[in-house]
């Protein structure tokens, strides 16, 4: 019996039909387990097959061979315990803030009342208070990226799923709103799968960081940040170690600098 509140991905497989080719294998034989309140981060060369799994994690796609469980069940379809942040922010411009953060909430069974008090708390968690009745285009990329954080949180889920979110974003935004994402996780508790290309996003927010690579999309690597959260110094040499181990395991860089003088 699957121990409670535990992602369980077990040998998933998932490939693509592609007209007039054999199919494309965009995941091959991917397993990991996600304790409950655990901050994961999948870092990997684009095409690997980060978005793949969180789709199937999400539950938009059955079509797959191995098994994704939560609880001990099979995800069947999607709800409101999976939360997704996508790079774009896909919030509709014909609404405001809130009422878009409300659409998370189309199929919640929380009376009306107690709909909005979780709105504006979530519209609070994200610092936009103030801009409840906004429209998309009246918010920086930042600003809306994190509407789409609150949207994504609003209907409570365990876990968050973030495509990229960051991805959009100019550098020093990109940095705080790293820093916003750890508060947001400690304050929640939910469990946070985050897709990245950036190692040292990975890094600085994750307590694991699953290391991906492509032809055929795999896990190559499983890789345990143990830094304290929040206190993770990105030019510490221990960062720079974890960084040259998960490089390696892309393929960016030779294990060591010795072996690159052996092969000179
Ligand atoms: P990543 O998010 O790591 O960039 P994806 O999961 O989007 O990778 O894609 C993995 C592979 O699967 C890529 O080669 C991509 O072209 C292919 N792929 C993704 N979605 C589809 C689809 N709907 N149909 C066909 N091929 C797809
Ligand atoms: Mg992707």
């Not at 091959?28 to 969180?54: H, I, M, R, Y």
């Not at 809130?98 to 979530?122: D, F, V």
């Not at 290391?211 to 940040?225: L, S, T």
Request: a negative charge; proline letters at 6%; one cysteine or more.
């Amino acid at each position: 019996m699957a121990e409670p509140g535990r992602l369980e991905v077990k040998a998933v497989s998932k490939s693509y039909a592609v007209p007039g080719r054999p199919r494309l294998d965009a995941l091959v034989n991917a397993s990991l387990d996600v304790e409950p309140g655990a901050f994961v981060t999948l870092v990997g060369p684009s095409g690997c097959g980060k978005s793949t799994l969180l789709r199937l994690i999400l539950g938009l796609d059955k079509d797959y061979e191995g098994d994704i469980l939560l609880h001990g069940e099979r995800i069947a379809g999607t709800s409101l315990s999976r939360g997704i942040v996508f790079q774009d922010h896909r919030l509709l411009p014909w609404m405001t803030l809130e009422q878009n953060i409300g659409l998370a909430l189309t199929n919640s069974t929380l009376p009306p009342e107690q709909q909005r008090r979780t709105i504006q708390s979530h519209i609070d968690l994200v610092g936009l208070q103030g801009f409840e009745k906004a429209y998309p285009h009246e918010l920086s990329g930042g600003m809306a990226q994190r509407g789409a954080i609150a949207r994504g949180l609003v209907g409570q889920p365990e876990i968050l799923l973030l495509d990229e979110p960051l991805g959009a974003l100019d550098a020093l935004t990109r940095v705080r709103l790293q820093e916003e994402l750890l508060r947001i996780w400690r304050a929640e508790g939910v469990t946070m799968i985050l897709v990245t290309h950036d190692v040292d996003e990975a890094i600085f927010l994750s307590d694991t960081v699953i290391v991906m690579n492509a032809n055929p999309g795999r896990i190559v690597k499983q890789v345990k940040v143990d830094l304290p959260p929040g206190l993770r110094d990105r030019v510490s040499p221990a960062f720079a170690a974890l960084k040259r181990e998960i490089l390696v395991a892309m393929g960016e860089v030779v294990p060591h600098a010795a072996a690159q003088l052996a092969e000179a």
